[in-house]
Structures are given as structure tokens and as C-alpha cells.
């Protein structure tokens, strides 16, 4: 696995001790997370800068070329489910288009290697290990407004947890070339995600910072950040990866479980 000590890498590592799963006789599967650490509307988008589109490439491209990982009979790659919409039509933002170009050529990457492989995409993940969740904690509590984006336009979201049983079953089931989704089941907006994270944690009238503002916003929240809010998804993620079915199937149900677990 690579980024194993990232916060979905340590997700997984979870789940791999609470169901003992492993790697079997077939040979050694390759999780591929080195990518993912921006995968997340929960930074404002200031990852993306660390992560950017050449950054995506080299990581893949190393990935791919590692002598540690020439004996991999399997990879899982993961990717970011938002490239749907911008593949189905949706206005992708000047910032943003250069990530999704730089994410679908790694994926192509992937695919054109000697090595079976698969692509999974995965919702913008959250989840109690999430610093970025728990700093949006300590903002809510003292009242700092946020760029919400369109209510009418909603993304995927995903707890880690049901991320991280994701790759283990897409690596459990090695389907060559295959491309995938992990979401949860109901799309929401960004706007409906936070409002409902600050009630849970006691700001009952969260602040959105309002959109004419949109230069001045660009000091403390990334373009990439804005035009991610505004690309909006229609209809479920398809298709599916075969046997995952999200143990958190909606924002409300993953968010209560954050609150309750730094309780």
C-alpha cells in the first residue's frame, strides 16, 4: 500500500486488522493511495497545491516504476470520483481542469502498465481521523464562516471507513480493467454537509461566506475549492465496484459517527 500513513492509508490498515483480511496465495495486490490525500472539500482546496497536476503524474509515474513493487500481480488505484461529472458534461473551472486532465491521464497510466489493474473512484472522503474535519470543528465553535458553494449542486461523499472496505474488495476481487465507484448513496451539497457537521457540534446557524465576495474569499479559500462546489453530479455513481455497499450510506449517518468517535 502506498501512503500508508496517510489518513485513508491508516483507515485501511484498520480495517485490514478488524477483518483480518490479507493478501492471498495469488500474489501481492497493490493499493494505490498516493494520490488521494487532496481527495476532500475539506481544505479549502489548499492541498491541491501540494498535489498539483504534475504532482499527480510523478507520484503515479514513481508508483508504477518502484523496483519494491515490479513483483505487484495486482493494482488498485485510487482515483476521484468527481471525474464523472466533469466526463459527463458538467463545467469544469479553469483551476479545476487541469486536475481532472492530470487525474484521467493517471489513470491511464495505470491502465497502459503491464500489470492488471483497476480503477477506483472514491466520493470526497471524510472521517474521524480527518484533521481538516476536526481544525472546520474549532471554526464552527467560533463562529468563522465558510464557502459553502450552491446549495442546488451535490457531490459525492464518502466515509473513510467505507473507503477503505472499498479497496480491500477491489483488491479481493482483482476485475481487470475495470473502472469503478465508492460513494455513499445520496449526493449532497457541500452547503447541506457543513450546516449539518456545525449543528452536530453546537453551531446551530452556521455562516456562509457570500459569494460576492469571491475575490477577497480567494485570500483564505483556493479557486480550485470554489469551482469543486460547483461541480455538481446527477444521479448515482456507476458503476459500482460489484459487493461494496456503504456501511455509512449518507453524510448524516457518517457524521454522526465522527462526532460520537472524538467523544
Not at 457537521?197 to 480550485?224: D, K, Q
Amino acid at each position: 500500500m502506498t501512503a500508508p500513513r496517510s489518513e485513508l492509508g491508516r483507515a485501511v490498515a484498520t480495517h485490514l486488522r478488524a477483518t483480518a483480511a490479507a493478501s492471498t496465495s495469488a500474489g501481492r495486490v497493490l493499493l494505490n493511495l498516493a494520490v488521494q490525500p487532496p481527495n476532500t472539500l475539506l481544505h479549502d482546496g489548499h492541498k491541491w497545491k501540494r498535489y498539483s497536476p504534475a504532482h499527480i503524474l510523478r507520484e503515479t509515474r514513481s508508483v508504477l516504476a518502484d523496483p519494491a513493487n515490479r513483483e505487484v500481480a495486482f493494482i488498485v488505484h485510487a482515483s476521484y470520483a468527481f471525474l464523472r461529472a466533469a466526463e459527463g458534461g458538467a463545467r469544469v473551472g479553469e483551476h479545476l481542469r487541469p486536475i481532472v486532465d492530470a487525474a484521467l491521464e493517471a489513470e491511464a497510466l495505470v491502465l497502459a502498465d503491464r500489470r492488471p489493474a483497476c480503477l477506483l473512484r472514491l466520493g470526497y472522503l471524510y472521517g474521524p481521523e480527518s484533521a481538516d474535519l476536526k481544525a472546520y470543528r474549532v471554526a464552527f465553535r467560533i463562529g468563522r464562516p465558510y464557502w459553502a458553494g450552491p446549495r442546488n449542486l451535490r457531490q459525492y461523499h464518502l466515509h473513510t471507513a467505507d473507503a477503505a472496505a472499498a479497496l480491500v474488495e477491489a483488491a479481493r476481487g482483482r476485475r481487470r480493467d475495470q473502472l469503478v465507484y465508492a460513494t455513499d448513496d445520496r449526493p449532497a451539497s457541500f452547503a447541506a454537509f457543513m450546516d449539518h457537521f456545525a449543528r452536530l457540534i453546537g453551531n446551530p446557524l452556521p455562516t456562509h461566506i457570500p459569494s460576492f465576495s469571491r475575490p477577497l474569499a480567494r485570500l483564505i479559500v483556493a479557486e480550485a475549492h470554489m469551482e469543486m462546489v460547483e461541480l455538481g453530479v446527477g444521479g448515482p455513481a456507476e458503476p459500482r465496484l460489484a459487493g461494496f455497499r456503504p456501511n455509512y450510506p449518507d453524510y448524516r449517518t457518517g457524521l454522526a459517527q465522527v462526532v460520537q468517535t472524538w467523544r
